[in-house]
């Protein structure tokens, strides 16, 4: 294995790398973060406007959260789901309360390790809820929802689908904010709906409130469960605490994921109390669902969004950037919501090397698209680490030409 001090693992022989082959090479070796800042292993800063993709929502290494794990791991870790814990039932109580509010339905949790887990969950709900006979589950297309053969099938990237053919049965895809494409394809055979209220990987496309209501009225009308993957756009990261209330509807089944435990690998499924009830014990499980220490982070994580008001800290940050960012030359849209938004740059400037251009800067992004930029940073990013970000896109921007 070949590593450099600041520069990760060199993929060149790939088999001197000690991961699997499914990320591309690594550019950076991190060793240290605080807040909106990362530093690698020559101790060069950078600013972090990814966030772990939409992770370290309180930014890196925050003090609340890391003392609620350090304390937790002094006092226990993990008991198995044949006991409660107070930790996780604390947890529970606190994202019901919050999706009450959201839904204005009681609801029930079952506690993930990850997005694609949380989505796992839903989808079986929803078939056992459909009943035999009733198991599609619709989405869009450019969708994105997990990894894992089930979610795979239901993200709307057929590219992603074909090295893994035959993909498990019952998922459907349609255009993305057609309505009357989703009508179409709501039959008598469809469990549910499953849609993002910001679509993440696939450009950063806030759905219309329109959208999100003509869904839930089909569902309603249909049968169908709306269920809306929060695991991006959830926990304050488009300026509510979820992204469907932008929309004013509630949905059946909500999951959510990353932003949940700011590092810490945590999801979780909700549903209305009357839709969990179709779930049996022995229907559903996972080993380490709901342990003391990754729970802990989740209390922690909502006492403090809590305390600073998330929501409305990402709805100001957010529009501090997009002010900023509008007037750059070269740069034709910001779009989004809070803090969750989406650069689209003009014809001829290619997003990829922006990025790694930034890199180079000391700013960390991602390209969403070959025009989109994808900007994701910690809600507790400051004015001043905005400014900074801004000024180094421009100066990048107006390294790479393409039309203004
Ligand atoms: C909207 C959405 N759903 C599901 C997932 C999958 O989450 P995970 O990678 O934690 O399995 C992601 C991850 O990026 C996502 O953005």
Redesign the pocket.
Known sequence: MTTTNSHAFDHAPMANCPFMPVFGPPAIMFERGRGTELWDSDGTRYLDFLAG?AVVSLGHSHPVVADAVGAQLQRLLHVSNFFANPVATEAAVKVNELLLGATGHQGQIFFTN???ES?ECAIKLARKHGGRGRHTVVSALGS????TLATLAATGQPAKHEPFAPMPDGFRHVAWGDLDAMRAAVDGTVAAVLI?PVL??GGVHPATAGYLQGIREICDETGALMIV?E??TGFARTGKWFGFEHAGVGPDVVTL??AMGNGVPV?ACWARVDVAAVFEPGDHGSTYSGTAIATAAVNAVIDEMQRIDAPAVAERQGRRIVDALRPVPGVVDVRGRGLMLGVELADGIDAKAICADLLGLGLIVNAVTPSTIRLVPPITVTDAEIDEAVAMIAASRAAHGGSE
Do not use: C, L, V
Not at 144 to 147: D, P
């Open positions: 993709i990850s997005g694609a989505n994105f929802h997990g990894r993002e993440g990987e993957d695991i991006q994921a990353k999801g």
